[in-house]
């Protein structure tokens, strides 16, 4: 069994040898990859806030007979605010959309990760990948939900005046560390052809390392536009998380 203390340790360690290993390896195009992802996400996103928010206004034109000035007042507030509460939505979700749309990249990132540090080749076999890549869109979603789930519970503390809300953002910050975390950890499991089940175990028996490899991609989404700054962090997080599962899974075969 791994102490937790060694747990954390690697967990942080591995993120400044994860970015030596993309830097000398040239593999930072797959970093770029993401954000500009993000980028085309934000701007689709503000794009339907003002196409829904021309229905809307094109919907209240046809049903009214009477445009009166408070009904004009209201169509304009419906067409500035749309497009700013779907850019909030972006800010507060953003990291989590990305690392599900992106689970194809960070799963190519982290098996060149394991090929450079172990020499294992992985042939490329078109079905194969695609099974992965579903699989990794399986759990990003699974993760994703249960993560929102117990995000919307622990906003509930909030009720409690000061303690609730302390209570609730540290809580919420460890919940989305850990399923930020496992979630770049099935990458390697995946590669490693652990089932589903055998994955969530094993992430289970690592949970500190889970939360301090997620907990570094987490931190910038408290952040304004932290988002954007999270996708960049992807990358590195998912071949930190193969670092330091080789790493250990190296320690416990001796």
Not at 33 to 57: E, K, M, Q, R, T
Request: glycine share 8%.
């Amino acid at each position: 069994m791994i102490r937790i203390k060694e747990q954390i340790v690697s967990g942080l360690v591995a993120y400044p040898k994860a970015l030596r290993l993309i830097w000398t390896n040239k593999l930072t195009k797959y970093l770029v990859l993401p954000v500009v992802f993000n980028i085309i996400v934000v701007v689709a996103l503000i794009f339907a806030g003002f196409g829904i928010g021309d229905w809307i206004n094109g919907t209240i034109e046809r049903h009214t007979e009477n445009m009166n000035g408070w009904i004009q007042a209201g169509m304009v507030a419906i067409k500035i605010v749309l497009p700013i509460i779907f850019f909030i939505v972006f800010i507060f979700i953003g990291g989590t959309i990305v690392n599900v749309l992106m689970s194809p990249i960070y799963t190519m990132l982290s098996e060149k990760a394991e090929t450079i540090l172990t020499g294992n080749e992985f042939p490329f076999d078109a079905k194969q990948t695609l099974k992965d890549i579903w699989r990794a869109l399986l759990i990003a979603l699974r993760n994703t939900a249960k993560q929102l789930l117990l995000t919307a519970l622990c906003l509930l503390l909030n009720l409690i005046p000061v303690v609730g809300s302390v209570i609730s953002i540290c809580l919420i910050f460890i919940i989305n560390a850990y399923y930020f975390g496992s979630g770049f950890m099935d990458y390697t499991f995946e590669r490693w052809r652990y089932s589903v089940k055998e994955s969530l175990k094993g992430t289970s028996e690592l949970k500190y390392l889970a939360i301090a490899n997620g907990a570094v991609y987490s931190l910038p989404l408290y952040l304004f536009c932290g988002a954007f700054i999270a996708a960049f962090i992807g990358g590195v997080s998912a071949v930190a998380a193969t670092i330091s599962q080789i790493e250990i899974k190296g320690k416990t075969r001796r």
